[in-house]
């Protein structure tokens, strides 16, 4: 689960008088008061300001949520905003977009739950209440760190020479297609305890077009895999702990439990990864995890790790690796 930041807002006067959890009344638009992309793009910023939403989910504040919808309603990929920004908007296609921002705001579920999609390093994946809203940062480290070693900074060599990758708690799938189509020439397993993400999965292994390198299974981490060793392992696992499950938003309360709860200190899964993941590395294989903000909290538990910490654009020390040989 990615880092995302929380945008303060004002609560109005009326809508200070109205019940806690009451959703504040939209106010009315008249027809032709709203034209091009950019004039919608500005009314749902400041109607997800003044709701006080969180953004978590594919997106990481109120601009590039607004975008995101928008450009789902008129079948446009968001890296087209830019483009059509001052185009004009019909008025059923306005009606959509306003009908969206409300449900939006009403529901506090993620955009991505509103119109089954996310994007992840450019690429769209179907999503639904079945799994979480992935949003990981390991995607983005694939490309950084796992390219060809001619300067020396690869962790895993020629992405050629990858012949099986496996990634623990596969929720939608969207980490193993990335990684199957990174390593070409591998083979890649997923597993996840849920059938319900599996199931999602399936569909977005076969949007794909990756069912002849990619197999889903059902399971507790390594329990479905046999002896079978990986050249990478790769796992986005829950990680919240106790204090952060208290205090997620409602937002992060529409998305599967299960995916979030990582026990008291947030490293129940994660202890199990390092302490399994050796007996089904090849010797040059290694680990690719992400935990959020328990860097703290390994460190101290396992201090004799040479853990490496990597960062992405929007993360510091959430995601280690660590190599076959060191664990």
Known sequence: MAKRSKVPARRSPAASKA????????????AGELHTLLDFLRYAVSRFNAAKLVFAHGTTDPVAEAAFLICETLHLH????????????????????????????ATRKPAAYLVNKVYMRGLPFYVDERTIVPRSFIGELLDSHFG???????????????????????????????????????????????KDALEVAARNVADHGLGDRL??????????????????????????????MAALPRECRAEPKIAFDGGADGLDIVRRLLDEAKRHLTPHGGLLCE?????????????????????????EGEVFWIAAADL
């Open 215 to 244: 197999t889903l299974h059902r399971g507790d981490l390594f329990e479905p895999l046999g002896d079978v060793s990986y050249d990478l392992i790769i796992s986005n696992p829950p990680y919240v702990d106790a204090e952060g």
């Open 19 to 30: 019940p806690k959890n009451a959703p504040e009344k939209a106010p009315k638009v008249g």
């Open 148 to 194: 060809g070693d001619e300067d020396g900074t690869s962790l895993i060599g020629d992405p050629a020479d990858v012949e099986r990758v496996l990634d623990l708690c596969t929720g939608s799938g969207c980490l193993a297609i990335l990684a199957a189509r990174h390593f070409a020439n591998a083979a890649v397993d997923a597993v996840d305890i849920s």
């Open 291 to 315: 935990i959020g903000r328990g860097r703290d909290n390994l460190e101290a538990a396992y201090p004799n790790l040479p853990l490496l910490w990597l960062d992405t654009e929007d993360s």
């Open 78 to 105: 968001p890296d087209q905003f830019e483009s059509f920004a001052n185009a004009r908007v019909t008025v059923a296609e306005g009606k959509q977009i306003l009908d969206l921002i409300e449900r939006r705001i």
